[in-house]
């Protein structure tokens, strides 16, 4: 690949580029998985796999070497405070739903933005697993295997097609009590705002701070497909900031996003250290 200054780059082709890095990379993660996974406990006691580190030190000589400009922030590689002063920062989860991925299920993912000024203008999520790939650019809408998506035209939280943790709805917090809903789960959280994208769900919900690199890609995903894409309390998702982290999530379709901010604005979030 040959490397080029960012100033010289437009999004559409950032997209080409982390478009074809990222379908390598999640073959990878496929052919480690087959090969038989090595893992390990991060300090936080998650799991981590030869396979993560393995499609980051691809995705990262890549894409580097093609945008030796851009900055870099992964979950799997150490923060250098110098991605402040970028351009354009690459924000990478190498494997999102490490999980999922370890038990040998599908539903984890590749996800890759391209952030400048603060906010997504390209972004990659993949299911290799599931050969389906979202896309999207600022401006020039997103897609699921080369075809538009569209965010769902539900407009009701009674028996919506919601994504997310196990008895996130239950417990006291809450100010208002939740309606009966379609609840399912997805360990990558770029996978499940994809899916919203896609209208095959109408909102993910994810409360406490979501790192960057679990939602930069998906938020440009769902916010190009029409829905809405932010945190707990209505604000947009920025992204490349020091603390490289978000207060909450709300991913939804346009009819149900001010039901469910109604519920989790009202929710105090802890301090995001």
Not at 24 to 31: K, Q
Not at 73 to 90: I, Q, Y
Not at 92 to 101: C, E, K, L, Q, S
């Amino acid at each position: 690949m040959t490397a080029t200054a960012d100033g010289d780059v437009s999004a559409h082709e950032d997209l080409a580029l982390i478009g074809e890095v990222v379908r390598v990379a999640g073959r990878l993660a496929l052919d480690r998985r087959a090969f038989g996974l090595k893992i390990e406990r991060k300090a936080d006691g998650s799991p981590v796999t030869d396979g993560d580190l393995a499609v980051d030190a691809l995705l990262q000589r890549e894409l580097l070497q093609a945008r030796p400009h851009y900055a870099w922030l992964s979950e799997e590689t150490p923060d250098d405070l110098c991605r402040l002063g970028a351009g354009r920062v690459f924000i990478v989860d190498p494997i999102d739903g490490t999980t999922a991925y370890v038990r040998g299920k599908p539903w984890f993912a590749v996800s890759v933005a391209v952030v400048q000024a603060g906010r997504p203008v390209a972004g990659v999520v993949f299911a290799p697993a599931l050969d389906e790939f979202y896309a999207a650019v600022e401006g020039g809408g997103a897609s699921c295997n080369g075809d538009p998506i569209r965010a769902s035209e539900a407009c009701r939280l009674e028996d919506c097609a919601m994504l997310a943790p196990a008895h996130t709805f239950d417990g006291r917090r809450w100010t208002r009590a939740w309606p009966a809903m379609r609840v399912g789960q997805r360990s990558a959280l770029a996978y499940r705002m994809a899916l919203v994208a896609a209208g095959r769900f109408d909102a993910a919900v994810s409360m406490g701070w979501k790192n960057d690199w679990d939602i930069a890609a998906g938020d440009l995903i769902a916010r190009e497909a029409g829905a809405v894409s932010c945190d707990q309390n209505g604000r947009p998702l920025m992204f490349n900031t020091q603390l490289a982290r978000n207060p909450g999530l709300v991913c939804a379709a346009p009819g149900v996003a001010p039901l469910i901010l109604d519920r989790t604005a009202p929710i105090e979030q802890p301090a995001g250290v």
